[in-house]
């Protein structure tokens, strides 16, 4: 009894890789054979000297009929031949202007958005600058204010009424106890 080993059986798309790598990389010194891409389509081209001119008379026999045949199929074909070219040809450039139209728009639209990005930053910058230069100015008034709300503290109570906010029926009460002589006046 010898010990042989089972054949590998490959089962999935990298167990055939696999082994495709270590047969290549098996022997190296073989060339490796690298497909070439299938080559395009070529009609028949048009014969600088043709041979079997066929003659003027009448009652061509069979033989010259089968010539013709074959004569006006090949013509066939390069006629068919150059119409498909003419049409791939139409196609690609159509699918050119296409993609030159493409990134056309996609440029002017990248253009439109850099713009108003700009133009964003230029204003986010315009407006930190001047708050910036409002800042030290601001100082100046807040210490301006503290001096006279210590001086006035009447004044704060009504800063303080004005920065919170009434509800309409209450803010209406107030100005109508406001509007009427209290007994007091009188």
Do not use: C, W
Request: no cysteine; glycine share 4%; hydrophobic share 25%.
């Amino acid at each position: 009894m010898s010990t042989e080993q089972k054949p590998f059986v490959p089962r999935t798309p990298l167990d055939f890789q696999r082994i495709k790598l270590e047969r290549l990389m098996a022997n190296p010194e073989k060339p490796v054979i690298i497909p070439e891409m299938p080559k395009e389509k070529r009609g028949f081209t048009v014969p600088e000297f043709v041979r079997n001119v066929m003659g003027s008379s009448a009652g061509a026999g069979s033989g010259e009929f089968h010539v013709y045949r074959h004569l006006r199929r090949k013509e066939y074909t390069r006629q068919k031949m150059i119409d498909e070219m003419g049409e791939q040809e139409k196609l690609d450039e159509e699918y050119q202007n296409k993609i030159l139209e493409n990134q056309r728009k996609l440029e002017e639209q990248t253009a439109k958005k850099r713009a108003k990005r700009l133009r964003k930053k230029a204003k986010r910058k315009m407006l930190k600058t001047s708050k910036v230069a409002a800042k030290p100015e601001e100082k100046k008034q807040s210490s301006s204010e503290e001096e006279e709300s210590s001086e006035d503290e009447n004044s704060n109570a009504d800063l303080a009424s004005d920065k919170i906010p009434l509800p309409i029926s209450l803010e209406s009460n107030q100005e109508n106890e406001n509007t009427k002589p209290s007994k007091e006046e009188a």
